[in-house]
C-alpha cells in the first residue's frame, strides 16, 4: 500500500498563546522537525506539511507546505481534508507535530489495522487515545469535507462515524501543545 504523509502544523495554537506549534523548540529541534525525522525512517511517499501561516519558515525544511481548503483555521480535519486533496496514495499517515515521540514502529502498527477495509486507524496509549496520529484511506476525502461543510470538525467523531479502529502503541506519546510541555524536565 502506497503511503504519504501529512504532519499538522496548521492550527491556532491557543494553547500555546498563539505562538506557531510547530516551530516551537524541544529537546533543540522544532517541532516539525522532530516529525520530519519519523518521517524519513519509515517507506513513505510524499511528505507535506500542514500550516497557516509562517509558510516560508516551513518550506525551508524541504517539504512541500498545505494550507487549508477552508478558512479560520477549522481545526485538524480541515488540515487532513487538505492533505488527502493533494495526496495520490491509497492512504495518508497524520502526524500531528506536538505529539512526541513517534515510535519507530508506528506507521507498521498503522498499517497493520487498517486490514480489513478499515476506514481509519489511530493511535491509543496507556495513558488515552490520540486521533489525530492516524493512517486513513483516500476514500475518506469525501465524508471529511461533508463532515466539515456540516460544521462538524471533530477528528474522533469522524473516526467513530465510520468505524475507526484504534491500535495500542506501547511507547506513551506526549502532547507537547504547551510552552511548559516544551521545557526540559529539571
Known amino acids: 500500500m502506497k503511503v504519504d504523509a501529512l504532519i499538522l502544523c496548521g492550527g491556532a495554537a491557543t494553547r500555546m498563546q498563539g505562538l506557531d506549534k510547530g516551530l516551537q523548540r524541544y529537546q533543540g529541534q522544532t517541532l516539525v522537525e522532530h516529525a520530519l525525522q519519523a518521517c524519513r525512517a519509515w517507506p513513505l511517499g510524499q511528505v507535506w506539511v500542514s500550516a497557516n501561516r509562517n509558510l516560508d519558515a516551513y518550506r525551508s525544511y524541504g517539504q512541500p507546505v498545505l494550507s487549508d481548503l477552508r478558512a479560520g483555521f477549522p481545526g485538524p480535519l480541515a488540515g487532513i481534508e487538505a492533505g488527502l486533496a493533494a495526496s495520490q496514495a491509497e492512504a495518508l499517515l497524520v502526524l500531528p507535530c506536538d505529539v512526541l515521540p513517534y515510535p519507530a514502529n508506528l506507521l507498521a502498527l498503522l498499517q497493520a489495522g487498517l486490514e480489513d477495509g478499515v476506514a481509519v486507524v489511530s493511535a491509543r496509549d496507556n495513558a488515552r487515545s490520540h486521533p489525530a496520529v492516524c493512517l486513513l484511506r483516500s ?43 516544551l521545557l526540559d524536565p529539571a
Open 139 to 181: 476514500s475518506q476525502r469525501a465524508e471529511i469535507a461533508r463532515r466539515l461543510d456540516a460544521g462538524q470538525r471533530g477528528v474522533m467523531r469522524w473516526q467513530q462515524a465510520v468505524g475507526g479502529r484504534e491500535v495500542w502503541v506501547a511507547e506513551r506519546l506526549e502532547n507537547r501543545n504547551t510552552l511548559d510541555s
